[in-house]
């Protein structure tokens, strides 16, 4: 993913970028946020490696989010997470990606689809950075 579209996903919504590749570098986000040019202040989540869930990391995206809307890129999302996403009240968007891939343009294109929807917008403005 090109840095000026992690930067433009990063605009306009909540974020929070918690990459696991950190958990074993130390590190808390910060290095590949670095790499993206992603701000080094959003929030970082703890996560339980212990879960019982097929989505080890459910329990605690779970509570961080409590009601509000949201997307998960993830590439260990399962039918747990997809139950849970399609159960609840709030727009949610989980975006299973290849681990030999990443994001491609067509998941940043749906994600940006889900940001407008998000601040009422459905229409693309050229000059708008979502």
């Known amino acids: 993913m090109a840095k000026p579209t992690a930067w433009r ?3 306009g919504i ?30 970082v989540i703890e996560f339980d490696r212990d879960s019982q869930h097929e ?4 329990n605690d995206v779970r509570n961080f989010v409590g009601d509000r809307p949201f997307t998960w ?16 009240s709030s727009a949610t968007l989980l975006v ?8 491609t343009q067509s998941h940043v294109e749906r994600l940006e689809v889900f940001g407008r929807s998000l601040m ?8 708008d950075p979502l």
Do not use: Y
């Open 96 to 103: 299973r990606v290849a681990p030999h891939r990443g994001l």
């Open 14 to 43: 909540g974020n929070l970028f918690r990459p696991c590749l950190d958990d074993h570098l130390g590190t808390r986000g910060s290095l590949i946020a670095t790499v993206l040019s992603l701000p080094l202040d959003m929030p």
């Open 55 to 58: 989505t080890w990391k459910l």
């Open 73 to 88: 890129i993830d590439d260990d999302l399962w039918s747990d997470a997809l139950d849970w996403a399609e159960e609840r």
């Open 120 to 127: 009422g917008t459905t229409d693309r403005d050229p000059d």
């Open 9 to 11: 996903l990063a605009q």
